[in-house]
Protein backbone atom coordinates (compact mmCIF):
# COMPACT_ATOMS: atom_id res chain seq x y z
CA UNK A 1 0.00 0.00 0.00
CA UNK A 2 1.08 3.47 -0.83
CA UNK A 3 1.38 6.03 1.50
CA UNK A 4 -1.30 9.70 1.17
CA UNK A 5 2.13 11.24 0.43
CA UNK A 6 3.21 8.90 -2.16
CA UNK A 7 -0.37 8.75 -3.89
CA UNK A 8 -0.60 12.59 -4.07
CA UNK A 9 3.19 13.02 -5.24
CA UNK A 10 4.84 14.79 -2.41
CA UNK A 11 7.14 12.37 -2.38
CA UNK A 12 8.58 13.05 -6.01
CA UNK A 13 8.18 17.43 -5.14
CA UNK A 14 11.11 19.60 -6.01
CA UNK A 15 11.57 20.68 -2.67
CA UNK A 16 15.19 22.39 -3.70
CA UNK A 17 13.19 24.20 -6.34
CA UNK A 18 10.45 25.34 -4.22
CA UNK A 19 13.18 26.79 -1.53
CA UNK A 20 14.89 29.08 -4.05
CA UNK A 21 11.16 30.25 -4.93
CA UNK A 22 10.69 30.98 -1.14
CA UNK A 23 14.19 32.20 -0.54
CA UNK A 24 13.02 35.18 -3.50
CA UNK A 25 10.19 35.31 -1.72
CA UNK A 26 11.66 36.66 1.56
CA UNK A 27 14.64 38.23 0.07
CA UNK A 28 11.63 40.27 -1.51
CA UNK A 29 9.69 41.09 1.30
CA UNK A 30 12.72 42.26 3.20
CA UNK A 31 13.63 44.70 0.25
CA UNK A 32 9.76 45.84 0.30
CA UNK A 33 9.80 46.53 4.39
CA UNK A 34 13.06 48.16 3.49
CA UNK A 35 11.67 50.43 0.50
CA UNK A 36 9.23 51.90 2.54
CA UNK A 37 9.65 51.51 6.39
CA UNK A 38 8.47 54.54 8.55
CA UNK A 39 9.81 54.48 12.14
CA UNK A 40 6.46 55.49 13.40
CA UNK A 41 4.93 52.12 11.86
CA UNK A 42 6.80 49.08 14.43
CA UNK A 43 5.73 45.72 13.63
CA UNK A 44 5.63 43.42 9.84
CA UNK A 45 2.14 42.78 10.40
CA UNK A 46 1.00 46.49 9.93
CA UNK A 47 -2.06 46.23 7.11
CA UNK A 48 -2.05 50.23 6.85
CA UNK A 49 1.78 49.74 5.49
CA UNK A 50 2.55 47.80 2.13
CA UNK A 51 5.13 45.57 3.39
CA UNK A 52 2.12 44.33 5.75
CA UNK A 53 -0.15 43.83 3.04
CA UNK A 54 2.59 41.91 1.32
CA UNK A 55 2.90 39.47 4.35
CA UNK A 56 -0.94 39.03 3.96
CA UNK A 57 -0.40 38.02 0.55
CA UNK A 58 2.43 35.73 1.02
CA UNK A 59 0.29 33.83 3.64
CA UNK A 60 -2.37 33.92 0.98
CA UNK A 61 -0.08 32.86 -1.73
CA UNK A 62 1.25 29.79 0.48
CA UNK A 63 -1.98 28.37 1.13
CA UNK A 64 -2.62 28.33 -1.94
CA UNK A 65 0.32 27.09 -2.82
CA UNK A 66 -0.33 23.94 -0.79
CA UNK A 67 -3.99 23.69 -2.26
CA UNK A 68 -2.68 23.64 -6.33
CA UNK A 69 0.00 20.88 -5.06
CA UNK A 70 -3.56 18.92 -3.62
CA UNK A 71 -5.12 18.80 -6.71
CA UNK A 72 -5.08 16.23 -9.29
CA UNK A 73 -2.57 17.64 -12.17
CA UNK A 74 -5.05 15.98 -15.12
CA UNK A 75 -7.66 19.30 -13.66
CA UNK A 76 -5.40 21.80 -15.34
CA UNK A 77 -5.26 20.19 -19.00
CA UNK A 78 -8.76 19.93 -18.64
CA UNK A 79 -9.63 23.53 -17.51
CA UNK A 80 -7.17 24.92 -19.25
CA UNK A 81 -9.36 26.12 -22.09
CA UNK A 82 -12.14 27.09 -19.95
CA UNK A 83 -9.65 29.11 -17.46
CA UNK A 84 -8.73 30.72 -20.71
CA UNK A 85 -11.87 31.71 -21.88
CA UNK A 86 -13.02 32.82 -18.47
CA UNK A 87 -9.75 35.23 -18.27
CA UNK A 88 -10.30 36.77 -21.21
CA UNK A 89 -13.64 37.37 -21.03
CA UNK A 90 -12.55 39.27 -17.28
CA UNK A 91 -9.84 40.84 -19.48
CA UNK A 92 -12.11 42.48 -21.55
CA UNK A 93 -14.95 43.53 -19.06
CA UNK A 94 -11.50 45.56 -16.88
CA UNK A 95 -12.32 47.65 -20.34
CA UNK A 96 -15.60 48.78 -19.32
CA UNK A 97 -15.83 48.75 -15.64
CA UNK A 98 -11.85 48.92 -14.72
CA UNK A 99 -9.87 50.75 -12.68
CA UNK A 100 -7.28 53.93 -14.04
CA UNK A 101 -4.05 53.43 -12.69
CA UNK A 102 -0.82 55.27 -13.91
CA UNK A 103 -2.70 55.46 -17.37
CA UNK A 104 -4.15 52.00 -17.74
CA UNK A 105 -7.52 50.75 -17.13
CA UNK A 106 -6.17 47.33 -16.01
CA UNK A 107 -7.26 47.17 -12.50
CA UNK A 108 -10.75 45.61 -11.06
CA UNK A 109 -11.16 46.65 -7.85
CA UNK A 110 -13.19 44.13 -5.48
CA UNK A 111 -13.97 45.67 -2.46
CA UNK A 112 -10.68 47.38 -0.42
CA UNK A 113 -8.84 45.10 -3.03
CA UNK A 114 -7.31 45.55 -6.76
CA UNK A 115 -7.02 42.52 -9.14
CA UNK A 116 -4.78 43.42 -12.36
CA UNK A 117 -6.59 40.46 -14.60
CA UNK A 118 -3.93 40.86 -17.03
CA UNK A 119 -1.12 39.37 -14.00
CA UNK A 120 -3.52 35.84 -14.17
CA UNK A 121 -4.01 35.93 -17.78
CA UNK A 122 -0.44 34.72 -18.52
CA UNK A 123 -1.24 31.77 -16.24
CA UNK A 124 -4.39 31.45 -18.63
CA UNK A 125 -1.91 31.64 -21.61
CA UNK A 126 0.90 29.29 -20.78
CA UNK A 127 -1.96 26.95 -19.65
CA UNK A 128 -4.02 27.06 -22.77
CA UNK A 129 -0.24 27.04 -25.20
CA UNK A 130 0.50 23.90 -23.24
CA UNK A 131 -2.82 22.35 -24.10
CA UNK A 132 -3.04 23.55 -27.95
CA UNK A 133 1.01 22.67 -28.51
CA UNK A 134 0.11 19.15 -26.97
CA UNK A 135 -3.21 17.80 -29.56
CA UNK A 136 -2.65 15.10 -31.60
CA UNK A 137 -0.48 16.03 -34.96
CA UNK A 138 0.16 19.45 -33.71
CA UNK A 139 3.60 20.62 -34.66
CA UNK A 140 5.30 24.53 -35.49
CA UNK A 141 5.96 23.36 -38.95
CA UNK A 142 2.20 23.13 -40.19
CA UNK A 143 0.47 26.30 -40.88
CA UNK A 144 -2.69 25.70 -38.59
CA UNK A 145 -0.69 24.97 -35.50
CA UNK A 146 1.53 28.56 -36.23
CA UNK A 147 -2.04 30.42 -36.69
CA UNK A 148 -3.36 28.63 -34.09
CA UNK A 149 -0.56 29.51 -31.33
CA UNK A 150 -0.72 33.11 -32.78
CA UNK A 151 -3.99 33.47 -31.70
CA UNK A 152 -3.86 32.29 -28.53
CA UNK A 153 -1.66 34.62 -28.14
CA UNK A 154 -2.47 38.19 -30.40
CA UNK A 155 -6.02 38.10 -28.67
CA UNK A 156 -4.83 38.81 -25.17
CA UNK A 157 -2.17 41.10 -26.31
CA UNK A 158 -4.55 43.50 -28.35
CA UNK A 159 -6.45 43.60 -25.15
CA UNK A 160 -4.29 44.46 -23.01
CA UNK A 161 -2.94 47.05 -25.79
CA UNK A 162 -6.61 48.19 -25.41
CA UNK A 163 -6.43 48.96 -21.61
CA UNK A 164 -2.68 50.47 -22.33
CA UNK A 165 -0.29 48.50 -20.60
CA UNK A 166 1.97 48.05 -22.97
CA UNK A 167 4.40 46.39 -20.45
CA UNK A 168 2.08 43.58 -19.59
CA UNK A 169 1.11 42.92 -23.51
CA UNK A 170 5.24 42.51 -23.85
CA UNK A 171 5.29 39.74 -21.70
CA UNK A 172 3.69 37.78 -24.20
CA UNK A 173 7.22 38.19 -25.79
CA UNK A 174 8.16 35.62 -23.30
CA UNK A 175 6.28 32.35 -24.91
CA UNK A 176 8.98 32.76 -27.63
CA UNK A 177 11.21 30.91 -25.56
CA UNK A 178 8.82 27.78 -25.33
CA UNK A 179 8.39 28.15 -28.91
CA UNK A 180 12.05 28.09 -29.77
CA UNK A 181 12.20 24.95 -27.68
CA UNK A 182 9.31 23.21 -29.25
CA UNK A 183 10.92 23.68 -33.11
CA UNK A 184 9.71 27.27 -34.15
CA UNK A 185 11.76 28.31 -37.68
CA UNK A 186 14.72 29.99 -36.56
CA UNK A 187 13.82 32.09 -39.89
CA UNK A 188 10.97 34.04 -36.79
CA UNK A 189 14.11 35.07 -34.54
CA UNK A 190 16.30 36.51 -37.22
CA UNK A 191 13.05 38.59 -37.99
CA UNK A 192 12.50 39.79 -34.74
CA UNK A 193 16.13 40.36 -33.90
CA UNK A 194 16.09 42.26 -37.62
CA UNK A 195 12.99 44.12 -36.12
CA UNK A 196 14.86 45.20 -32.89
CA UNK A 197 17.51 46.12 -34.31
CA UNK A 198 16.19 48.48 -37.64
CA UNK A 199 14.03 49.86 -34.53
CA UNK A 200 16.85 51.04 -32.73
CA UNK A 201 19.06 51.79 -35.78
CA UNK A 202 16.38 54.17 -37.07
CA UNK A 203 16.98 56.67 -34.15
CA UNK A 204 21.08 56.08 -34.59
CA UNK A 205 21.72 56.02 -38.33
CA UNK A 206 20.70 58.32 -41.43
CA UNK A 207 18.61 56.27 -43.66
CA UNK A 208 20.90 55.93 -46.27
CA UNK A 209 23.55 54.49 -43.91
CA UNK A 210 21.09 52.04 -42.34
CA UNK A 211 19.82 51.01 -46.13
CA UNK A 212 23.70 50.17 -47.05
CA UNK A 213 24.05 48.68 -43.68
CA UNK A 214 20.45 46.21 -44.48
CA UNK A 215 22.09 45.44 -48.18
CA UNK A 216 25.18 44.65 -46.57
CA UNK A 217 23.71 42.57 -44.10
CA UNK A 218 22.01 40.40 -46.54
CA UNK A 219 24.05 39.76 -49.42
CA UNK A 220 26.19 38.48 -46.21
CA UNK A 221 23.66 36.24 -45.02
CA UNK A 222 23.37 34.78 -48.88
CA UNK A 223 26.75 34.65 -49.23
CA UNK A 224 27.39 32.26 -45.61
CA UNK A 225 23.68 30.58 -46.12
CA UNK A 226 24.26 29.67 -50.03
CA UNK A 227 28.41 30.38 -50.55
CA UNK A 228 28.19 32.08 -53.83
CA UNK A 229 30.53 35.33 -53.68
CA UNK A 230 30.37 36.07 -57.47
CA UNK A 231 26.73 36.29 -57.35
CA UNK A 232 26.81 37.94 -53.64
CA UNK A 233 29.56 39.94 -55.80
CA UNK A 234 27.35 40.66 -58.80
CA UNK A 235 24.23 41.93 -56.78
CA UNK A 236 26.23 44.45 -54.79
CA UNK A 237 27.94 46.13 -57.69
CA UNK A 238 24.40 45.96 -59.84
CA UNK A 239 22.72 48.07 -57.11
CA UNK A 240 25.74 50.40 -56.99
CA UNK A 241 25.78 50.96 -60.40
CA UNK A 242 22.02 51.16 -60.65
CA UNK A 243 21.73 53.70 -57.86
CA UNK A 244 24.10 55.84 -59.50
CA UNK A 245 22.06 56.05 -62.56
CA UNK A 246 18.83 56.72 -61.52
CA UNK A 247 20.67 59.25 -59.17
CA UNK A 248 22.01 60.56 -62.29
CA UNK A 249 18.64 60.72 -64.56
CA UNK A 250 16.53 62.04 -61.50
CA UNK A 251 18.81 64.85 -61.00
CA UNK A 252 18.87 65.92 -64.78
CA UNK A 253 14.70 65.00 -65.07
CA UNK A 254 14.08 67.70 -62.35
CA UNK A 255 12.57 64.83 -60.38
CA UNK A 256 14.31 65.29 -57.25
CA UNK A 257 14.86 62.22 -56.19
CA UNK A 258 17.61 61.94 -53.49
CA UNK A 259 20.53 59.00 -53.66
CA UNK A 260 18.83 57.17 -50.32
CA UNK A 261 15.63 56.40 -53.02
CA UNK A 262 17.94 55.93 -56.07
CA UNK A 263 19.52 53.16 -53.91
CA UNK A 264 16.73 51.77 -52.83
CA UNK A 265 14.85 51.81 -55.95
CA UNK A 266 18.05 49.97 -57.44
CA UNK A 267 18.64 47.36 -54.49
CA UNK A 268 14.93 46.38 -55.47
CA UNK A 269 14.96 46.10 -58.86
CA UNK A 270 18.15 43.94 -58.46
CA UNK A 271 15.74 41.50 -56.32
CA UNK A 272 14.50 40.74 -59.86
CA UNK A 273 17.33 38.64 -61.19
CA UNK A 274 18.52 37.85 -58.04
CA UNK A 275 14.89 35.52 -57.63
CA UNK A 276 15.19 34.01 -61.23
CA UNK A 277 18.54 33.01 -60.33
CA UNK A 278 17.23 31.59 -56.89
CA UNK A 279 14.38 30.11 -58.99
CA UNK A 280 17.08 28.13 -61.52
CA UNK A 281 19.15 26.56 -59.49
CA UNK A 282 16.43 25.84 -56.59
CA UNK A 283 18.05 28.16 -53.51
CA UNK A 284 14.98 28.62 -51.37
CA UNK A 285 16.77 30.94 -49.03
CA UNK A 286 17.46 33.65 -51.28
CA UNK A 287 13.45 33.72 -51.38
CA UNK A 288 13.60 34.21 -47.72
CA UNK A 289 16.37 36.97 -47.63
CA UNK A 290 14.33 38.83 -50.43
CA UNK A 291 11.41 38.31 -48.33
CA UNK A 292 12.94 39.96 -45.55
CA UNK A 293 14.78 42.27 -47.13
CA UNK A 294 11.60 43.89 -48.57
CA UNK A 295 9.65 43.46 -45.56
CA UNK A 296 12.38 45.36 -43.17
CA UNK A 297 12.37 47.90 -45.84
CA UNK A 298 8.78 48.40 -45.63
CA UNK A 299 9.46 48.39 -41.53
CA UNK A 300 11.73 51.05 -41.86
CA UNK A 301 8.88 53.05 -43.88
CA UNK A 302 6.18 52.85 -40.90
CA UNK A 303 8.52 53.21 -38.16
CA UNK A 304 7.97 56.78 -37.92
CA UNK A 305 4.29 56.92 -37.95
CA UNK A 306 4.30 54.32 -35.17
CA UNK A 307 6.44 56.23 -32.92
CA UNK A 308 4.61 59.76 -33.84
CA UNK A 309 1.27 58.14 -33.92
CA UNK A 310 0.89 55.17 -31.80
CA UNK A 311 3.37 55.47 -28.77
CA UNK A 312 2.16 57.38 -25.88
CA UNK A 313 4.23 60.67 -25.19
CA UNK A 314 6.07 59.19 -21.83
CA UNK A 315 6.92 55.75 -24.02
CA UNK A 316 8.57 58.12 -26.26
CA UNK A 317 10.13 60.14 -24.26
CA UNK A 318 11.78 57.34 -22.26
CA UNK A 319 13.09 55.54 -25.57
CA UNK A 320 15.11 58.62 -26.82
CA UNK A 321 16.14 58.86 -23.29
CA UNK A 322 17.31 55.28 -23.17
CA UNK A 323 18.83 55.59 -26.75
CA UNK A 324 21.08 58.98 -25.23
CA UNK A 325 18.75 61.23 -27.74
CA UNK A 326 17.68 63.26 -25.21
CA UNK A 327 18.37 63.97 -21.46
CA UNK A 328 15.54 65.20 -19.09
CA UNK A 329 17.33 64.09 -15.22
CA UNK A 330 14.24 66.48 -13.90
CA UNK A 331 11.19 64.61 -16.23
CA UNK A 332 10.92 61.41 -18.25
CA UNK A 333 14.91 60.41 -17.42
CA UNK A 334 14.50 61.17 -13.58
CA UNK A 335 13.22 57.90 -12.56
CA UNK A 336 16.02 55.97 -14.84
CA UNK A 337 18.54 58.65 -12.94
CA UNK A 338 18.15 58.32 -9.80
CA UNK A 339 17.66 54.09 -9.99
CA UNK A 340 21.43 54.23 -11.22
CA UNK A 341 22.36 56.09 -8.18
CA UNK A 342 20.79 54.45 -5.68
CA UNK A 343 22.45 50.70 -7.44
CA UNK A 344 25.91 52.91 -7.23
CA UNK A 345 25.87 54.49 -4.34
CA UNK A 346 25.55 50.45 -2.50
CA UNK A 347 29.38 50.24 -3.85
CA UNK A 348 30.46 46.46 -3.31
CA UNK A 349 28.41 45.30 -0.02
CA UNK A 350 26.25 47.76 0.25
CA UNK A 351 25.30 50.64 2.99
CA UNK A 352 23.25 48.00 5.22
CA UNK A 353 19.85 46.96 5.78
CA UNK A 354 17.33 50.28 6.15
CA UNK A 355 20.43 52.32 5.43
CA UNK A 356 19.75 53.52 1.97
CA UNK A 357 19.44 56.95 1.46
CA UNK A 358 18.33 57.50 -1.36
CA UNK A 359 15.49 54.48 -0.52
CA UNK A 360 14.54 56.51 3.13
CA UNK A 361 13.91 59.57 1.67
CA UNK A 362 11.83 58.82 -1.59
CA UNK A 363 13.80 59.92 -3.90
CA UNK A 364 13.02 56.77 -6.84
CA UNK A 365 9.21 57.01 -7.71
CA UNK A 366 8.02 53.09 -7.37
CA UNK A 367 10.58 51.88 -5.19
CA UNK A 368 8.65 49.39 -3.88
CA UNK A 369 6.93 48.18 -7.01
CA UNK A 370 8.94 48.72 -10.63
CA UNK A 371 12.31 49.92 -9.02
CA UNK A 372 12.32 47.07 -6.09
CA UNK A 373 15.94 46.43 -7.62
CA UNK A 374 17.11 49.75 -6.38
CA UNK A 375 16.79 48.63 -2.57
CA UNK A 376 18.60 45.75 -3.30
CA UNK A 377 21.09 47.67 -5.08
CA UNK A 378 21.95 50.12 -2.08
CA UNK A 379 21.73 48.32 0.77
CA UNK A 380 22.84 44.85 -0.27
CA UNK A 381 25.85 46.33 -2.85
CA UNK A 382 27.12 44.71 -5.76
CA UNK A 383 27.49 41.17 -3.68
CA UNK A 384 23.52 41.06 -2.56
CA UNK A 385 22.63 41.75 -6.40
CA UNK A 386 24.69 39.17 -7.78
CA UNK A 387 22.59 36.65 -5.08
CA UNK A 388 19.88 37.90 -6.18
CA UNK A 389 20.48 37.33 -10.07
CA UNK A 390 22.16 33.97 -9.09
CA UNK A 391 18.80 32.63 -7.35
CA UNK A 392 16.60 33.64 -10.32
CA UNK A 393 19.14 31.86 -12.82
CA UNK A 394 18.75 28.76 -10.55
CA UNK A 395 14.80 28.91 -10.58
CA UNK A 396 14.59 29.80 -14.62
CA UNK A 397 17.41 27.01 -15.24
CA UNK A 398 15.88 24.00 -12.74
CA UNK A 399 12.55 25.60 -14.42
CA UNK A 400 13.88 24.12 -17.69
CA UNK A 401 14.91 21.13 -16.49
CA UNK A 402 12.41 20.08 -15.02
CA UNK A 403 10.27 21.34 -18.46
CA UNK A 404 13.52 18.32 -20.12
CA UNK A 405 12.46 15.88 -18.06
CA UNK A 406 8.96 15.22 -18.42
CA UNK A 407 7.53 12.63 -21.32
CA UNK A 408 4.09 14.42 -22.03
CA UNK A 409 4.19 17.95 -24.16
CA UNK A 410 1.82 19.48 -22.11
CA UNK A 411 3.90 19.05 -18.99
CA UNK A 412 6.73 20.18 -20.81
CA UNK A 413 5.51 23.06 -22.79
CA UNK A 414 3.87 24.49 -19.74
CA UNK A 415 7.42 24.34 -17.53
CA UNK A 416 9.00 26.10 -20.19
CA UNK A 417 6.62 29.02 -20.64
CA UNK A 418 6.45 29.65 -16.69
CA UNK A 419 10.47 29.83 -17.41
CA UNK A 420 10.08 32.11 -20.10
CA UNK A 421 7.74 34.26 -18.15
CA UNK A 422 10.22 34.03 -15.15
CA UNK A 423 13.26 35.01 -17.55
CA UNK A 424 11.36 38.08 -19.44
CA UNK A 425 10.40 39.74 -16.08
CA UNK A 426 13.84 39.66 -14.55
CA UNK A 427 15.35 41.07 -17.73
CA UNK A 428 13.21 43.47 -18.67
CA UNK A 429 12.42 45.19 -14.80
CA UNK A 430 16.03 44.54 -13.95
CA UNK A 431 17.51 46.14 -17.25
CA UNK A 432 15.07 49.40 -17.09
CA UNK A 433 16.24 49.92 -13.35
CA UNK A 434 20.14 50.01 -14.84
CA UNK A 435 18.92 52.27 -17.99
CA UNK A 436 19.11 48.95 -20.33
CA UNK A 437 16.24 48.58 -21.17
CA UNK A 438 13.11 51.26 -21.77
CA UNK A 439 10.79 51.86 -18.50
CA UNK A 440 7.71 49.71 -19.24
CA UNK A 441 6.40 48.77 -15.62
CA UNK A 442 6.39 45.53 -15.00
CA UNK A 443 7.34 43.73 -11.60
CA UNK A 444 10.32 41.65 -10.83
CA UNK A 445 8.69 38.53 -9.43
CA UNK A 446 8.44 37.65 -5.72
CA UNK A 447 9.89 41.03 -5.05
CA UNK A 448 7.40 44.00 -6.30
CA UNK A 449 4.98 44.84 -4.39
CA UNK A 450 1.55 43.60 -5.26
CA UNK A 451 -1.01 40.82 -4.33
CA UNK A 452 -1.96 40.18 -8.10
CA UNK A 453 1.57 39.84 -9.25
CA UNK A 454 2.53 37.43 -6.07
CA UNK A 455 -0.38 35.55 -6.50
CA UNK A 456 -0.10 34.74 -9.89
CA UNK A 457 3.81 34.33 -10.23
CA UNK A 458 2.95 31.70 -7.20
CA UNK A 459 0.02 29.53 -9.05
CA UNK A 460 2.38 29.63 -12.39
CA UNK A 461 5.28 28.07 -10.26
CA UNK A 462 3.60 25.72 -7.95
CA UNK A 463 1.15 24.06 -10.74
CA UNK A 464 5.07 23.61 -13.25
CA UNK A 465 5.43 21.79 -9.23
CA UNK A 466 2.80 19.46 -9.36
CA UNK A 467 3.05 18.31 -13.17
CA UNK A 468 6.57 17.93 -12.51
CA UNK A 469 5.39 15.76 -9.23
CA UNK A 470 3.22 13.68 -11.21
CA UNK A 471 5.47 13.06 -13.99
CA UNK A 472 7.20 10.23 -12.28
CA UNK A 473 4.04 8.44 -11.45
CA UNK A 474 3.36 7.69 -14.96
CA UNK A 475 6.48 6.05 -15.38
CA UNK A 476 9.64 8.54 -16.31
CA UNK A 477 12.97 8.43 -14.57
CA UNK A 478 13.13 11.34 -12.24
CA UNK A 479 16.79 12.79 -11.16
CA UNK A 480 16.54 15.51 -8.70
CA UNK A 481 19.28 18.39 -9.44
Known amino acids: MRSVNDKLGWTRIDWKTILVFVLLVFIGWLNIYAAVYNEALTGGFALSSRYGMQLLWIGISAIVAIVILLIDDIYYHLLAYPFYGLMLVVLVLTLFVGKEVNGAKSWLALGPVAIQPAEFMKLATALALARFMSEYNFSLHNPKGVVGVGALLLVPILVILMQNDTGSAMVYCSFLVVLYREGLNSWVYY ?15 SPTALLIALIVLFVVSQLLSNRNPKESAIY ?20 GMDYHGS ?37 LGAVDYVFNNILLLHQRKRILDL ?23 GGFSGKGFLEGTQTKYDFIPEQSTDFIFCTVGEEWGFLGAVVVLTLFA ?67 FFIAVRLDSQNSAIGATYKPY
Open 394 to 460: VLIIRLMKMGERQQEPFRRVYCYGVAGVFLFHVIINIGMTIGLMPVIGIPLPMFSYGGSSLLAFTVL
Open 323 to 345: LGLESDLRGWGYNVHQSKIAIGS
Open 263 to 299: LLTASLVMLIPALLYAYRHKLSTIYLFALMYGGANLF
Open 191 to 205: AIFLIVGLFVGSFLL
Open 236 to 255: VAGSGLLSLVIYAISWFAGW
